[in-house]
């Protein structure tokens, strides 16, 4: 089983440049979400799915769009990157409402 | 406005000790309070815990939550280099986000 797991491990971008973030896992899960973690900072939810089909909006979603089109996928987008949006991204999926969440590696994004 | 904290922010120790890390919450509509451990890379599970004062226990590691005064302990006894790392902890709130805390930054000093 692989978990869950992030594509890509690192990235470097020049501001106003766009990319995506993958997160894929196989565990059936409905629940995934996409944090960012700044050091003193904790980790902050971005965008989280209920299910397929479905978004919403975290903690700290702007600058950021999300899609869920499979249940296995749940995507990242930054249009316009920024160097606030430089950070370490990790992915979770959970199986229920309330469970624990299993965590991707992380995705380390500079923003120049 | 939830908010989870965790302190010490940072604990230095010698191997053999032992030591407690400390979350407090404020959330709306509690669900559970998890426990993570972070090493190099992704957050691992160590505890959920949705009741109080019952202690989960998982070797040297134990957790408790006091859900009427709203915080939870880690307790790790006998503390090893290979404790070192950064505990997380993190409350589910009703819309199923989880709420982390800044983190406890433990090294253990052999």
């Known amino acids: 089983n692989a978990g869950v797991t992030q594509t890509p491990k690192f990235r470097v971008l020049k501001t106003g440049q766009s990319m995506t973030l993958l997160c894929a896992q196989d565990?059936?899960?409905?629940?995934m979400y996409w944090y960012r973690q700044d050091p003193g900072m904790g980790l902050r939810l971005i965008h989280y799915?209920?299910?397929?089909?479905?978004?919403a909006k975290g903690e700290v979603p702007d600058g950021y769009n999300v899609s869920r089109l499979k249940k296995q996928n749940f995507l990242l987008g930054l249009e316009s990157a920024a160097p606030s949006q430089t950070s370490v991204y990790f992915c979770?999926?959970?199986?229920?409402?309330?469970?624990?969440?299993?965590f991707g590696p992380g995705t380390r994004l500079t923003v120049l | 406005e939830d908010k989870v904290v965790q302190s010490p922010l940072s604990l230095v120790v010698h191997e053999g000790d032992t030591v407690t890390l400390n979350c407090s919450y404020e959330?709306?509509?509690?669900?559970?309070l998890l426990w993570y451990k972070q090493e190099k890379k992704a957050p691992t599970f160590l505890f959920m815990l949705t009741s109080s004062g019952i202690e989960k226990k998982s070797g040297r590691l134990s957790s408790i939550l006091d859900k009427k005064e709203l915080f939870s302990i880690l307790n790790i006894t006998a503390t090893q280099t290979g404790d070192s790392a950064v505990y997380l902890c993190?409350?589910?709130?009703?819309?199923?986000?989880?709420?982390f805390g800044q983190g406890t930054r433990l090294t253990i000093n052999p």
């Open positions: 959330v709306t509509n509690f669900r559970s």
């Open positions: 799915s209920v299910g397929e089909g479905t978004t």
């Open positions: 979770a999926s959970s199986l229920v409402q309330g469970d624990t969440q299993y």
């Open positions: 565990m059936n899960h409905e629940y």
């Open positions: 993190a409350v589910v709130e009703g819309a199923q986000k989880l709420v």
